[in-house]
């Protein structure tokens, strides 16, 4: 006999939906990043209106979402008859990719005191593309020192190349390593982070996102099963809104962060609480997309690797 909703976790949901429902169009967004990609990228309306409706968003709202999206370059639509069906716009789906990769990925990966500086102090970069490099960085978690300088203590190299490529102005700036001196009459690199990166914002979200999902845990592990729907809500009212945080997550490195930062208790709150429901959550969007296409995917094997693999 399948087992009931939990009354607990259902009260739980309903107050989170009542509080901060998820906007139709980011959740169009979060729904891509963590199930359509996994299982084959692309998506029937249908299907989609579906997997939204349990968060209380009607079919108008979704297409009126995935058209919005379409014109936006995010998404391709494809039409078979009176279906339409999405799929990620290939020029968008690396950079789609690599955020979403932030949300799994711990931030306090081990560091080697490199720091990576850039200069765009030269005259052949046009203004506009001044704009655009600076908007580019600084989502990407860069500081700005000086005008025209900027830096990150742990930068991907690939990542910075992808920038400079999408801006046009590969070979027109000047990138270099940058090391403590150790002299005795400077100031210790560190102290630039204090400078010129925000962190009170969001070590304020991440602390909103642990007090919203602390009450978890502990009913999850109350039950010796979970209803598939539910877990799949829960899974993506989750991953919703840590993306929603770490998208403006510098991503520094832990020794230059404040003590007791609030992003590695979010990260480890949200992996636990994704390990207690990504199962039946599968369950459940399984069976929504092989409603339209009985030959939709079971999810990729990269799905598993995420938070460090899922058990």
């Given at each position: 006999?399948?087992?009931a909703k ?10 989170c939906?009542?509080d901060n429902?998820p906007?139709a169009?980011s ?11 996994p299982?084959g990228g ?5 299907s989609l ?6 968060f209380g968003?009607?079919?108008r709202?979704v297409?009126t ?11 391709d639509a ?12 290939p ?5 789609f990719e ?5 949300t799994?990925?711990?931030?306090y990966?081990?560091?080697k ?8 102090t030269?005259d052949t970069?046009t ?8 908007k580019?960085?600084?989502w ?5 020192i000086a005008?025209?300088v900027f830096?990150?203590?742990s ?7 992808e920038?400079?490529l999408r801006?046009g102005v590969k070979?027109?700036?000047?990138v270099c390593a940058a ?19 925000e962190?009170?914002?969001?070590a304020?979200?991440?602390e ?7 009450a ?7 039950r010796r ?10 899974r993506t009212l989750l ?7 770490q998208?403006h997550?510098?991503?520094l490195p832990l020794e230059?962060?404040?003590e007791?930062?609030p992003?590695?208790?979010a990260?480890?709150?949200?992996q ?5 429901t990504y199962?039946?959550?599968?369950e459940?969007v399984?069976n929504?997309l ?7 995917p ?8 995420r938070?460090?693999?899922?058990v």
């Amino acid at each position: 006999m399948p087992s009931a909703k939990s009354p607990a976790l259902e009260k739980w949901i309903d107050q989170c939906l009542a509080d901060n429902p998820p906007r139709a169009k980011s959740n169009v967004m979060t729904l891509f990043g963590d199930v359509i990609m996994p299982h084959g990228g692309q998506v029937w309306l249908g299907s989609l209106i579906q997997l939204l409706a349990p968060f209380g968003t009607n079919d108008r709202l979704v297409r009126t979402s995935v058209f919005r999206l379409a014109e936006e370059g995010w998404l391709d639509a494809q039409r078979e008859g009176r279906r339409s069906r999405y799929a990620l716009n290939p020029a968008a789906a690396h950079r789609f990719e690599r955020a979403y990769q932030r949300t799994y990925t711990p931030s306090y990966r081990e560091w080697k005191g490199q720091w990576t500086l850039l200069f765009a102090t030269t005259d052949t970069i046009t203004r506009e593309q001044k704009v655009d490099l600076r908007k580019e960085l600084l989502w990407e978690g860069f500081g700005m020192i000086a005008p025209s300088v900027f830096g990150h203590p742990s930068a991907d190299a690939q990542t910075l190349e992808e920038i400079l490529l999408r801006v046009g102005v590969k070979g027109k700036v000047f990138v270099c390593a940058a090391f403590e001196s150790g002299f005795a009459a400077a100031r210790p690199l560190r102290d630039l982070i204090q400078q010129h990166w925000e962190l009170g914002t969001v070590a304020t979200d991440y602390e909103r996102f642990i007090k919203y999902f602390a009450a978890l845990p502990k009913l999850l592990n109350a039950r010796r099963s979970i209803k598939p729907e539910q877990a799949f809500v829960i899974r993506t009212l989750l991953i919703h809104e840590f993306r929603r945080v770490q998208l403006h997550d510098q991503q520094l490195p832990l020794e230059l962060l404040p003590e007791n930062w609030p992003g590695k208790t979010a990260y480890e709150l949200c992996q636990q609480i994704y390990q207690s429901t990504y199962k039946e959550a599968e369950e459940y969007v399984l069976n929504i997309l092989r409603r339209e296409d009985g030959n939709a995917p079971v999810a990729a094997p990269y799905f598993y690797q995420r938070f460090g693999g899922l058990v």
